[in-house]
């Protein structure tokens, strides 16, 4: 049905930024909405941002990451700025089709940000 495969993630000091990719493919055409959510250790996962076209944020991230798709490569990006020792989890890629009414999911890729 759908792919999706993560990449960009790593270790940076806090202030600094990195970029998350996440490519799609297989019946691009049923996917409705991608986004980026993340579980850090002993927590539950959280919508962090997500383009439907239109784009919602977490409150935690307002101002400081940028959400952006680009529909030729079949690619959604995730730009973090400004980034905290709090943002460090492992980042997922998800993509919701209403038409199967479900979710996919990347296999997820590790920011760690040191303080």
């Known amino acids: 049905q759908v792919q999706l495969v993560e990449s960009g993630g790593g270790l940076v000091q806090a202030g600094g930024s990195l970029r998350l990719s996440c490519a799609a493919s297989g019946i691009i055409s049923k996917i409705n909405t991608m986004g980026w959510y993340r579980q850090a250790p002993g927590k539950e996962r959280e919508l962090v941002a997500r383009i439907i076209p239109s784009t919602n944020y977490a409150d935690s991230v307002k101002g400081r990451f940028t959400i952006s798709r680009d529909n030729a490569k079949n690619t959604v990006y995730l730009q973090m700025n400004s980034l905290k020792p709090e943002d460090t989890a492992v980042y997922y890629c998800?993509?919701?089709?209403?038409?199967?009414?479900?979710?996919?999911w990347g296999q997820g890729t590790q920011v760690t940000v040191s303080s």
């Open positions: 998800n993509a919701y089709s209403s038409y199967w009414s479900l979710n996919f």
